[in-house]
C-alpha cells in the first residue's frame, strides 16, 4: 500500500513564526509622515552623532524609508532606485487617521441627520 498519513504535519509553523518576527520591523508610513518629514526632527536625522552601533556609523540615513546604509554610494543608488520612488510616492498620500477609520466603521458624528432634524427656515416663514 501507500503511505497514509499527510508528509506535512507541523501545518507550515515556520513560516507563521517567520511572518510575526519583528527583528527586521520597519516604521510604518503614518510614523513617518507624522513625525519624521517634520523639517527640525528630518535635519536631526540626516546629520546624526556617530553610532557605531548602526550600519554606516549612522551617517547615511533615507527619512523616508528610515534606513540605513553602510556607505554614501549605497545612499546614493538607493535615491535612484525603484524602492525609494514608490515610497516617497506612498507618502505623498494623506494619512489615514483614527477620525477616518471611525467613520469608515459607522461610528462617530453623522452631521446629514442633524440638518434634517432641524426646521429649516423657509417652513417657519410659510407657518407664520
Known amino acids: 500500500m501507500g503511505r497514509l498519513r499527510r508528509s506535512r504535519v507541523h501545518k507550515a509553523q515556520r513560516d507563521v513564526h517567520r511572518a510575526t518576527r519583528t527583528r527586521a520591523r520597519q516604521k510604518d508610513l503614518d510614523q513617518i509622515q507624522l513625525h519624521d518629514l517634520q523639517p527640525h526632527i528630518r535635519k536631526q536625522l540626516e ?3 556617530i553610532d557605531y552601533e ?3 556609523l549612522a551617517q547615511h ?3 523616508e524609508c528610515a534606513k ?3 556607505t554614501d554610494a549605497a545612499l546614493q543608488s538607493h535615491w535612484r532606485s525603484k524602492v525609494h520612488k514608490r515610497r516617497c510616492k506612498q507618502l505623498k498620500e494623506p494619512v489615514y487617521t483614527i477620525e477616518e477609520s471611525e467613520r469608515a466603521a459607522g461610528l462617530g ?3 446629514r441627520r442633524a440638518r434634517a432634524a432641524e426646521p429649516s427656515d423657509a417652513t417657519m416663514v410659510t407657518s407664520a
Request: proline share 7%; net charge neutral.
Open 47 to 49: 546629520a546624526q552623532a
Open 54 to 56: 548602526k550600519p554606516g
Open 61 to 63: 540615513y533615507c527619512v
Open 68 to 70: 540605513y546604509y553602510e
Open 109 to 111: 458624528r453623522d452631521t
